[in-house]
């Protein structure tokens, strides 16, 4: 392949305390074919400075500025830039091992140029997570339909699709047409890669790994902060503009998924000085959105989250809420 294979975008927003860790595992790749792209979304930290080492030693390295737009945005803004065949997504505050791109470079010339090629990861340093439907397979458009879809968004136990940007290398056309034009903090991952899967025609699904998740401690999720019910809104906004909802049970599954999202940032909600009353009011007002009362209506769902998280919305228990905030 003469064409450069993988452009790599790495979001950049104050992670000074692990970025040399990531773009040094990156530049120490075995396979060589490939462009790092540093979206600087409005670091105020050493982060640049660091990553600015890297591009004056190395020209395969650039970096955009940009105002503190997201990571969604950041993500879009780097691949628009973007000149390989594969977009591969690498958080500023994981790393690699070095022949991951190696590895996916293999995959991809042995399987035909597959739309989507996914692996597994670690969580921390070690600690192996493996997807029991990735055992090195090429999954065809009627394979992708019958093994991928019934579990895509949410099946009822609440099994999905690893929906991570990262471990993943995607065709540049496919990632580009479907990355949020609208900041989205919790939920974005999904909201891409569900409409890039239901657009492969082929999807390798491998056994190999070679990405370090680092479950950050100061990172939005892990706060305990609210979360902002804008997420939960414009993913669900995203996603029905980018796919038929009306196919196979997928209006089901985004009922889940909506439910599920509105769940965690209810819960968020006591993360702040608010009294109880307060904070249920607001919950209760957000209920009534078209979206979420349609949402609640039609949820099914089983296991112990399931459950309680159906219980809780239909019957609109936001006490159980307020306990479950204790518990994450």
Known sequence: MNELLFSVIVPVYNVEKYIDQCLSSIQK?????????????????????????????????????????????????????????????????????EKYFENMAEIIKSNNSPDLVCLNHFENEDKLIENPNFNDTLLNKEQIEKIIYPYLIRAKDFHYFVPTAWSKAIKRELYTKFTCTTRIQVGEDGSVTIPVVINSNTIYLSKKTGYHYRINNSSLIQNKKPRNYDDVFNTYNHIISNIDINEFDFKKQLYRFISHLFFNCSVTQFYCDKKYKEVKKIILEKMNEPIIKEAIKHLDASGFKGKLMRHSLKHKRIYLMKLYSHIM
């Open 29 to 97: 790749q075995t396979y060589k074919d490939f462009e790092v792209i540093i979206v600087n979304d409005g670091s105020k930290d050493e982060s640049i400075n660091i990553a600015k080492k890297y591009v004056e030693a190395d020209s395969r390295f650039s970096i955009i500025d940009q105002e503190n737009k997201g990571l969604a945005i950041a993500r879009r803004v780097g691949a628009l830039s973007a000149k390989g065949q594969y977009i591969i997504n690498i958080d500023s505050d994981d790393y690699v091992d």
